[in-house]
């Protein structure tokens, strides 16, 4: 059966147009569904009754580059933003500044000026043409509330000290003045080593996730709830964490995971996050909140033929919050990211011998069974590895 065609279907006297923006397209989870998403969006042209105009941004990344390469060159246009003058960055850059920067000043009651047109020319100059680095650098400081000017000389007084420099460095110093600031100065040298201990266990399970998780969830796959609600309080800087319980944490840009995975860029071990170890720590809660949650019939149906469509999905959701939704389809994933070996009777055995069903019943109740037909192929695959490495 032919795929709906909604917009050729349109029936009007009068020609319609539109635009669509498509951001982030790099950031889609699966590479076929790139090049899909591309090459419908190249069919726009056909249309009759409809003038659709497309704006769609993204990183180079190798599924888009194709996905494009596939478009005769007459049917898209390119716009490389490494390509623009560096004058028109660095006006746009300042217009921001001054427009965010007014806004603290009056939310804080500072001098109508502040911070100057030099403190602005200033902080331009050092994000060196870095949207990023001028958004978080804003937040930064206006986060600081009572301290906001203590955090724009902070920032100020970093070493950034040639433009020259790599803009990455720029990026980097940016971070990691962010999180060295959210360790209070009066913590005691134990206070001290907990709290940056918690921040790199929940920092680090953020941006490894293959799926974003809301600060409640994150909290009770982790068995972690109230460390999650306070370590997130000191990080809205560099996290979107929304007011609503049910909303999904997210990275304000993805230039953060880069950073904290980063031995070389996040130079502070305080911080700096072991991208399998992370990878470690979410395959071990997968399989405990799994373990502690799964039971036979966990839908209680009590008859085992009935079928997915005839359950209500609120008592599906009930049954299996997101929590255990996530750790049912991912749980596989992190085990092979983290590359631990597998053996006899470890974790990955017993949990197999005394779940697998439970697991397998869960993915049919979230629409997830081929999920988990991969998954099992991977994790044979998986395990003839690891008994080669041991070997």
Request: net charge neutral; glycine share 6%.
């Given at each position: 059966m032919a795929p709906p065609r909604p917009l050729s279907a349109v029936e009007t006297g009068r020609s319609l147009s539109y635009i669509l923006v498509a951001d982030a397209l790099d950031e889609c989870d699966d590479e076929n569904n790139i090049r899909i998403i591309v090459q419908l969006l190249a069919k726009a042209r056909s249309l009759e009754r409809v003038r659709l105009r497309v704006f769609l941004t993204s990183r180079p990344e190798v599924p888009v580059r194709y996905g494009f390469f596939q478009i005769p060159n007459a049917e898209h246009q390119d716009f490389v933003l490494h390509n623009i003058s560096p004058s028109t960055v660095n006006h746009d850059i300042t217009l921001f500044f001054e427009y965010n920067l007014q806004l603290i000043a009056k939310e804080r009651r500072l001098c109508a000026d502040w911070p100057g047109?030099?403190?602005?020319?200033?902080?331009?100059?050092?994000?060196?043409?870095?949207?990023?680095?001028?958004?978080?650098?804003?937040?930064?400081?206006?986060?600081?509330?009572?301290?906001?000017?203590?955090?724009?000389?902070?920032?100020?007084?970093?070493?950034?000290?040639?433009?020259?420099?790599?803009?990455?460095?720029?990026?980097?110093?940016?971070?990691?003045?962010?999180?060295?600031?959210?360790?209070?100065?009066?913590?005691?040298?134990?206070?001290?080593?907990?709290y940056c201990e918690t921040s790199k266990y929940i920092l680090g399970s953020v941006v490894v996730l293959f799926s974003p998780l809301s600060a409640c969830s994150l909290g009770k796959l982790l068995h972690a709830t109230e460390s999650v609600d306070q370590t997130l309080e000191?990080?809205?800087?560099?996290?979107?964490?929304?007011?609503?319980?049910v909303d999904p944490l997210r990275l304000h840009h993805p230039s953060f995971r880069d950073f904290l995975l980063n031995k070389d860029r996040c130079s502070d071990t305080n911080f700096w996050v072991d991208e399998k170890q992370a990878h470690q720590i979410l395959v071990d809660n997968c399989i405990k909140l799994i373990a502690i949650s799964l039971t036979q019939d966990i839908?209680?149906?009590?008859?085992?033929?009935?079928?997915?469509?005839?359950?209500?999905?609120?008592?599906?959701?009930?049954?299996l919050p997101p929590e255990l939704q996530y750790a049912c389809v991912y749980w596989t994933q992190h085990l092979q990211k983290s590359c631990a070996q597998l053996n006899d009777n470890d974790q990955v055995h017993q949990f197999l011998q005394d779940h697998l069903l439970h697991w397998l019943e869960a993915l049919g109740w979230i629409g997830k069974v081929p999920e988990g037909v991969h998954a099992i192929i991977s994790l044979e695959s998986f395990v003839s590895v690891s008994i080669l490495l041991a070997l």
């Open positions: 047109t030099e403190i602005i020319l200033q902080l331009v100059r050092r994000a060196y043409g870095l949207f990023i680095w001028a958004a978080t650098a804003s937040r930064f400081i206006h986060d600081g509330r009572w301290f906001a000017n203590k955090r724009l000389e902070t920032i100020l007084a970093s070493d950034s000290s040639s433009t020259t420099t790599a803009p990455e460095k720029h990026l980097d110093e940016i971070y990691t003045t962010v999180l060295k600031n959210s360790i209070h100065p009066n913590y005691t040298d134990g206070e001290r080593k907990e000191d990080f809205h800087t560099i996290l979107n964490v929304p007011e609503g319980k839908c209680g149906v009590g008859t085992p033929g009935r079928l997915v469509t005839d359950i209500p999905r609120s008592q599906v959701e009930r049954s």
